[in-house]
């Protein structure tokens, strides 16, 4: 089997893992009722589509998720998921899809980079049989769009101890740190430019994780935050998951689930003066 190149190959293929590789099922996808399972693959999908999960107009917010395009992506998302995703869907979470991967019970993940990278060592049973590969669902998207979540370092207002706290910040963003992390430790992915562009730690990469670097150098561009902050957010995503989760068990049709959604979310807006 090839790398899929879109949405629809990549349903094919899951389908194909599923009934033919005598045991793991095609693709692992996050599930549980949590607004994790809206940003990792499949946000990054939705958007490449040109989706948006709101729009802003006149300083209001409005749910921007039962437009025809997206009905159209989330019939795929759950159609992949019936037919090729965990039996437990439902309850799967980052580690999961991770460990799910490392012991061969799946034969792709959509999710991040990074979590393909740890399981592809360590005492996992694949380990040092997984491959990388960029993807952009969309046939007509000229690369991916990877939405990127926000794991920062941050110093508090409120802190007693900002000159400590300040010269954490700078030694563990330094490029001698980063520099270290990611030659000889598993700082991945590198917050510096500087470093991946740094001989050992691709060398390093190269030969234990095939298609890492490729992938990243094609995804980086594309990548950045594609959700819309906004004060609603955990209850509002978490809200969006659980509608996913009705689809997958076929307790909602998929256009008339998303038209619900969104009215409930305009109304949410609206009695917290944001719509």
């Known amino acids: 089997l090839k790398p899929p190149k879109n949405m629809d190959d990549l349903i094919q293929i899951a389908g194909k ?5 005598g045991g793991p099922y095609g693709i692992g996808v996050r599930g549980s009722r949590s607004w994790a399972t809206i940003h990792p693959g499949f946000l990054s999908a939705y958007s490449n589509f040109g989706q948006k999960d709101f729009t802003v107009g006149d300083g209001k917010l409005k ?32 580690y999961q899809v991770g ?8 034969g792709m993940i959509y999710d991040a980079d990074i979590l393909g990278y740890f399981m592809n060592g360590g005492s996992n049973k694949e380990a040092g049989n997984l491959g990388f590969t960029a993807f952009a669902p969309n046939p007509a998207a000229k690369a991916p769009t990877p939405n990127v979540w ?19 910040l700078q030694w563990a963003s330094s490029m001698e740190h980063d520099l270290f992390g990611a030659r000889k430790m598993d700082f991945v992915n590198p917050v510096r430019t500087s470093v991946w562009k740094d ?28 959700f819309t902050a906004q004060p609603l957010f955990f ?38 003066g944001l719509g």
Not at 17 to 21: E, G, L, R, Y
Not at 100 to 105: K, M, R, S
Not at 248 to 269: F, R
């Open 17 to 21: 893992v599923t009934k033919d590789a």
């Open 63 to 94: 749910a921007a998720m039962n437009t025809k395009e997206s009905k159209a992506f989330h019939a795929q998302w759950v159609k992949m998921i019936q037919d090729s995703g965990p039996k437990n869907w439902s309850t799967y979470t980052w």
């Open 99 to 106: 460990t799910d991967l490392g012991a061969g019970a799946s």
């Open 150 to 168: 926000i794991w920062s370092l941050a110093l508090s207002s409120f802190s007693k101890n900002k000159d400590a706290a300040w010269y954490f």
């Open 199 to 226: 001989e050992e730690f691709r060398g390093r990469i190269a030969k234990s994780y095939p298609g890492y670097l490729e992938q990243f150098e094609a995804s980086s561009p594309g990548a950045k935050i594609y």
């Open 235 to 272: 209850d509002l995503t978490t809200e969006w998951a659980a509608t996913l989760q009705k689809m997958v068990a076929k307790e909602l049709p998929v256009d008339e689930g998303l038209d619900q959604l969104a009215d409930s979310i305009d109304k949410q807006l609206k009695d917290a």
